[in-house]
């Protein structure tokens, strides 16, 4: 490999692995009064703020469920208090304790937020668009000159969700998505929505198109199904047509909210079909009609990809990856949502992006960027990639062509340094694979992959 090094100060994200601690206290928590905006999200319970835990501090306690007795302790981190699930694995569930003002509030995220980079208007230049102050933002991103803004939708119902979420007088924006709603023949319309309940379709200009309810899960999806040049868009278990009809909806059916969805044309000699990471669900495989035709409970399921992991099967293959619940446990699937292969080479989940690293035809896949436990690996499950033991960051990676000969560079970064990996014949001429991949101005932290 080759390698390029690059001072990089901002912090971008929370470090998943084993520090050094010390246990500072031990509590069951059972006895201990649920806070204001206490609720269920998902798979867990969280209790926010809790002004009675004192004097041991303000909490962000989440208890997951599973039938677990819902034991914690507190541990020493680095000189930070970090609150961590005591039963099955006490390095995978933690959350750092943080009070109001607390500088980690400013710099620490592990979600997505609403900003991207976007040619919104088509006309060869990007803007940033963005949510800040309650307020929706374009900005002219050779100059940061504001283009226009406008607020952001009011708080639906007027008041926070029994979650806690939604407690300011207009929604924060939990993410963006483009797509192409109105027929440009381009990805100028966007779309915003709350945590889990509510999103909004604008134009360029921020002008409101519609707005949809749903359990929206964390990301969506958009394709033109029906051919006619305008987008359907695939919202957690709901798909929407471009005028904001909703077509079909699985929610009746789903309970937990989908970790990443996409519309996928699996084979080619078959219309495409709808792929949902559902969480506790496990993954779905279902028609563009909304009907299921595999459901896979194999644990809590996020961030799947598609690509051509092998040519010896056809159409397009899907890996997956298990967040808890058999954590870190990968299935492999074919294009007709069977699985294949399954195997478990870390004890966590993780990104699970396409690599194209060769230039022919069948991709691999990159598991995390650690020295020992990361790599890139087949569609057989065997690792093909190792990270050398140089020192590089390990906290987060992508995977893309910076150098323009259509294989992949893979770029890793932590707070303080970014890293490109490329290959040692880079670059290199000839008929190469070139996939088409999700946009990068619709990237996210729980986004479903699609590389063809």
Not at 290 to 307: D, E, F
Request: charged letters at 25%.
């Amino acid at each position: 490999m080759k390698i390029l090094r690059f001072a990089y100060p901002a912090v971008l994200s929370l470090l998943c692995r084993t520090f050094p601690f010390r246990i500072l206290f031990t509590d069951e928590f059972e006895k201990l009064p649920r806070g204001p905006l206490i609720g269920d999200v998902g798979a867990h319970t969280e209790y926010h703020y809790l002004h009675e835990a004192r004097p041991k501090g303000k909490w962000a306690v989440s208890t997951f469920r599973y039938n677990l007795p819902p034991s914690w302790h507190v541990r020493d981190v680095d000189g930070r208090r970090v609150v961590v699930q005591n039963k099955i694995n006490p390095d995978t569930h933690w959350h750092p304790i943080l009070t109001a003002g607390d500088d980690a509030w400013k710099t620490s995220l592990t979600n997505d937020v609403a900003f991207q980079i976007h040619d919104l208007d088509h006309d060869g230049k990007a803007e940033v668009v963005f949510t800040m102050n309650q307020e929706i933002h374009i900005v002219d991103a050779a100059t940061g000159m504001t283009i226009r803004k406008a607020p952001t939708p009011l708080t639906p119902g007027g008041k926070p969700t029994p979650q806690g979420h939604n407690i300011f007088p207009r929604i924060l924006g939990d993410c963006l998505f483009f797509c192409d709603l109105t027929g440009q023949g381009f990805d100028g319309d966007m779309i915003l929505k709350d945590r889990y309940r509510h999103f909004w379709a604008y134009n360029n200009r921020l002008e409101l198109l519609w707005e949809g309810r749903c359990n929206t899960g964390h990301y969506p999806f958009s394709f033109d199904i029906d051919r006619d040049g305008k987008d359907e868009l695939l919202m957690g278990y709901t798909l929407f047509g471009h005028d904001g009809t909703r077509i079909w909806s699985l929610d009746p059916v789903l309970q937990d909210h989908a970790d990443g969805v996409a519309i996928v044309p699996f084979r080619d000699d078959k219309p495409p079909g709808i792929l949902i990471a559902a969480s506790d669900e496990g993954i779905i495989f279902a028609d563009t009609e909304g009907r299921i035709l595999k459901h896979h409970s194999v644990g809590h399921v996020q961030n799947p990809a598609t690509a051509n992991f092998r040519d010896d099967l056809p159409g397009l293959e899907t890996v997956s990856v298990n967040f808890w619940g058999n954590q870190g446990l990968i299935h492999f699937f074919d294009s007709g949502g069977e699985i294949y292969h399954s195997f478990e080479p870390a004890h966590y989940g993780s990104m699970c992006f396409p690599l194209n690293w060769t230039g022919k035809s069948e991709e691999f896949f990159v598991l995390n960027a650690h020295v020992d436990e990361g790599g890139a690996y087949d569609g057989w499950g065997r690792k093909v990639l190792e990270f050398p033991d140089d020192g590089h960051p390990d906290m987060c990676y992508a995977c893309l062509d910076l150098t323009g000969d259509c294989r992949d560079e893979i770029v890793v970064w932590d707070p303080h340094e970014i890293w490109i990996y490329t290959q040692e014949d880079n670059p290199l001429d000839g008929d190469l694979y070139r996939p088409v991949r999700n946009p990068l101005y619709n990237m996210s932290n729980y986004q479903a992959t699609v590389s063809r």
